[in-house]
């Protein structure tokens, strides 16, 4: 299994981490024959997760979706916002003990461009 990267903050997420995966397709309905695309996956990491339910709801119908379901999620199990904690102390205790931490590259919050992330 390959890495992925949070597609809001970057930061690569190793096979085996906690994170959140959105899967999306589109297929017709009323249609025939029925089509249905590919399944597209994006991912965020814990810390956005929270971030992002937390915050105002983004621009854009395919936004607002993806923004519910992940309010939906953390709001629904304590789980996501106990790894997002544990990764951020896990951050903290890197930089107490004088270690540094590449920055991520930044990305905007208009994440409605999805790209395929595995």
Same mark, same amino acid.
């Given at each position: 299994?390959e890495?992925?990267? %949070?597609? !809001? %903050?970057?930061?690569?997420?190793?096979?085996? $981490?906690?994170f *959140?995966?959105?899967?999306? =397709?589109?297929?017709? *309905?009323?249609?025939?024959?029925?089509?249905k695309?590919?399944?597209? $996956?994006? *991912?965020f %990491?814990?810390? %956005?997760? *929270?971030?992002?339910?937390?915050g105002?709801s983004?621009?854009?119908?395919?936004?607002?979706?993806? &923004? +519910?379901?992940?309010?939906?999620?953390?709001?629904s199990?304590?789980?996501?916002n106990?790894? /997002? &904690?544990?990764?951020?102390?896990? /951050?903290?205790?890197?930089?107490?003990?004088? +270690?540094?931490?590449? +920055?991520? +590259?930044? $990305?905007?919050? /208009? &994440?409605?461009n =999805?790209? !395929?992330?595995?």
């Open positions: 299994m890495n992925v990267r %949070c597609l !809001r %903050c970057n930061r690569e997420l190793e096979s085996g $981490r906690k *959140v995966a959105i899967y999306m =397709f589109a297929q017709t *309905v009323g249609i025939k024959p029925r089509q695309s590919p399944a597209q $996956r994006i *991912v %990491c814990p810390q %956005c997760s *929270v971030s992002l339910a937390l105002l983004p621009e854009g119908a395919l936004n607002i979706a993806a &923004w +519910e379901m992940i309010r939906d999620l953390v709001s199990d304590p789980a996501l106990q790894a /997002a &904690w544990e990764n951020l102390r896990g /951050a903290v205790r890197l930089l107490e003990a004088g +270690e540094s931490v590449a +920055e991520p +590259e930044p $990305r905007s919050d /208009a &994440w409605v =999805f790209s !395929r992330a595995g």
